[in-house]
């Protein structure tokens, strides 16, 4: 089955600081999906992705859907103690809504 | 909009027991939903697709019959644990689509605990 592969695994960063993570596959995909997951909640929708190349933001958050289509970024400008959390990322092939999650990324911010 | 809550949040149950997990699509309707379960520090892995008004179809290796999905109409999808045993404790996690895009938009989860 297809596989995503999420890097990095985890991030201890300073308050303020900029931070980027990302994904691929050795498949394509034609939807990427970024999720945030707080302790003992189920994710929470940060950006949709639906074409090769698109860039999209969401306040402090900026991704991308790779123009190969295999790989997506997410980045976090400016990080506040809020943004902790674990972080996924997801495909999207042709079946609509099934997705393939990457194995999260835990972001730790010290104030 | 676009809120998917789930029922119970937290359960215990004693192993041999069934248990069953709501999902519903609060402001919107759902033709299919998703369910999976995630172990402790773990991802989400895909369980089941479950399909309004026809069976769910099943990912390798989930048995059927030890997880029931029954998705009766557009806004509720449920999940029946039968027979639990301690292994089968777990994150189990629905979510809700069909909103013209590919979004899924996440229930809170329930966190079942079998002794």
């Known amino acids: 089955g297809q596989q995503l592969n999420q890097s990095p695994q985890s991030m201890f960063i300073q308050e303020g600081e900029d931070v980027s993570m990302n994904c691929t596959s050795s498949s394509i995909f034609n939807t990427w999906l970024w999720y945030k997951q707080d302790p003992g909640e189920g994710p929470v929708l940060l950006i949709a992705?639906?074409?090769?190349?698109e860039l999209t933001s969401n306040g402090r958050l900026t991704a991308q859907f790779g123009i190969t289509r295999k790989d997506s970024f997410l980045n976090i400008s400016a990080s506040i103690p809020s943004d902790v959390g674990i972080y996924f990322c997801a495909g999207q092939g042709t079946n609509a809504g099934k997705s393939t999650f990457g194995d999260g990324t835990t972001l730790t911010v010290k104030p | 909009g676009a809120v998917v809550s789930q029922h119970p949040s937290r359960v215990i149950c004693k192993s041999g027991t069934s248990v069953k997990i709501e999902c519903r699509s609060l402001d919107f309707q759902a033709t299919t939903m998703f369910w999976y379960r995630q172990f402790p520090k773990q991802s989400l892995m895909l369980m089941a697709t479950s399909n309004e008004g026809s069976k769910a179809t099943y990912e390798q290796g989930v048995e059927k019959d030890k997880f029931l999905i029954n998705h009766a109409s557009l806004t509720l999808s449920t999940l029946t644990v039968t027979s639990a045993h301690p292994e089968d404790s777990s994150f189990y996690i629905c979510?809700?689509?069909?909103?013209?895009?590919?979004?899924?938009?996440f229930g809170p989860g329930t966190r079942l605990t079998v002794l």
């Open positions: 992705l639906y074409k090769a190349g």
């Open positions: 979510s809700a689509g069909g909103l013209g895009n590919n979004e899924q938009f």
